[in-house]
């Protein structure tokens, strides 16, 4: 498939996904949804893929939703958003969860309204010095949608949460990582080749077991400490029947390097 809006590629393990409007600061209209869709449906399909890479291209991350794209001008019929959310957005965050390998999310630039939000969805994010992130939804009279009303309270606290979402004010990247909202700010020169390196580590690792630490840590917010406990137990008992814990204890019993094969 030829991509219009984004950029992908699949290169020694690691897929790459680059939002590719610029100009619009890689907001989202629905032609960018549907290749984000297919792109994210290819990683998951794809054995020998075992990490994935999110950016953008340009000097943002991602603006959110194209306000262009829709149609608010007076008289007109008002938009079902919810529908939106829906069809769009909702789907892209719970296949950025549940996709069964790490995904790593460089945030070059601002990323704004969702596009923090899918930013927050990722399991690391790294951060340009330069990038910002601002909950932009106050500004326009909505509500903060692509999951963060749900991911920003665990990120921050509900103090914080409510002050972001409801004052809109811009979070530098270094302030991010203070709160605990990123994993790390690092010099913009660095971000993408840190961020592929990262992807690309995490791309020779057991990816079965990582998927299986990243199911159980999503899992751990609605579930008791009882209820958890019985969830790693039934995932520990996954874990150990892979080929990769086999190779993982040979290796450190023979004193080398694992090589594990993601299964």
């Known amino acids: 498939m030829n991509f219009e809006h984004i950029l992908f590629h699949i290169d020694s393990g690691v897929a790459t996904l680059r939002l590719n409007r610029p100009k ?21 399909q794809n054995a020998e893929v075992r990490a994935l890479l999110l950016t953008g291209e340009g000097r943002g991350f991602c603006a959110g939703q194209d306000l262009d794209d829709r149609n608010v001008a007076p008289g007109a019929e008002m938009p079902d958003l919810g529908e939106s959310i829906e069809r769009h957005y909702n789907p892209l965050i719970r296949q950025l969860r549940d996709l069964p390998m790490p995904v790593i999310c460089a945030v070059n630039g601002v ?15 790294l951060a340009a010095r330069s990038a910002s ?4 939804f106050c ?28 004052l809109g004010e811009r979070i530098s990247a270094e302030q991010a990582e203070r709160w605990g909202m990123i994993w790390r700010c690092i010099d913009d020169e660095a971000l993408q080749d840190e961020a592929l390196e990262l992807a690309r580590h995490l791309a020779t690792q057991p990816t079965t077991g990582i998927a299986l630490i990243k199911r159980a840590l999503n899992a751990s917010a609605g579930n008791t400490f009882d209820q958890q406990l019985d969830l790693e137990r039934d995932l520990q008992r996954l874990a150990g029947r892979t080929e990769d814990y086999r190779e993982g204890v040979g290796a450190f019993k023979e004193k080398r390097t694992a090589t594990f094969k993601g299964c």
Request: proline share 3%; hydrophobic share 50%; glycine share 10%.
């Open 24 to 44: 619009q600061l890689n907001s989202f209209n629905l032609k960018m949804h549907g290749e984000v869709r297919e792109a994210l449906k290819q990683v998951r």
């Open 111 to 125: 990323a704004a309204g969702a596009g923090a939000n899918i930013a927050f969805a990722c399991d690391l994010v």
């Open 133 to 136: 992130f601002i909950q932009a």
């Open 139 to 166: 500004k326009i009279g909505l509500v903060p949608d692509s999951g963060g009303t749900w991911t920003l309270p665990r990120l921050v606290g509900m103090a914080r949460a409510k002050a972001l979402t409801m």
